[in-house]
């Protein structure tokens, strides 16, 4: 069994048995390259760093926008329409011209959800992979694992019967597992 291990340990070598002192390395296979995880880290966690930033500045400082109420206005009064301008999604100012102009402000108000939607979207690929591919994956790798250990194990005793008999014996035995 101990060769059989270090074959299938040599076969999978791209990180699919996982490294440790446990001596059943075969019967937890690791399917999932460190590269991936780097992938899937760079990917999900990029954009829920942004997310939790864009939030804990609202939080922190407040708005990010801010209207421009007159200045006869009461702190309440100014409090309602930054509220009001945010709520509206719209940016009324006068261009250089002195002509007024209205801009959206939905890109601002809608940019933490829309990263949160992407992160999911990038961590859809790594869910379907770990609950749909990796059980049918682990399964036929730990099937193909224990067929290549019975034929280490048919063969070893083949060996050890050729070195106990002659070789005629072996010969006989050997036609005789060719021919079933």
Not at 34 to 44: A, N
Not at 57 to 81: D, K, L, M
Not at 137 to 162: C, H, M, P, T, W
Request: overall charge negative; hydrophobic content about 45%.
């Amino acid at each position: 069994m101990s060769i059989a291990n270090a074959a299938a340990q040599a076969m999978l070598s791209d990180a699919l048995l996982r490294d440790g002192a446990g001596g059943n390395h075969i019967g937890h296979l690791e399917l999932e390259l460190p590269l991936d995880r780097v992938i899937k880290f760079v990917s999900v966690g990029l954009p829920l760093l942004l997310v939790s930033m864009a939030f804990a500045r609202e939080i922190s400082i407040g708005p990010q926008i801010s209207c421009f109420p007159p200045n006869n206005f009461t702190a309440r009064q100014a409090a309602y329409v930054d509220t009001y301008c945010w709520d509206s999604l719209m940016h009324h100012e006068f261009d250089t011209d002195g002509n007024f102009e209205e801009r959206s402000l939905w890109v601002h108000k809608i940019f933490p959800y829309s990263l949160l939607a992407m992160t999911m979207m990038m961590y859809l690929p790594a869910l379907i992979w770990r609950f749909l591919v990796m059980p049918s994956l682990g399964s036929d790798l730990l099937f193909i694992i224990d067929e290549l250990d019975k034929s280490y194990n048919r063969s070893v005793r083949l060996a050890q019967k050729f070195s106990l008999n002659d070789n005629k014996d072996f010969i006989e035995e050997s036609l005789l597992l060719t021919n079933h």
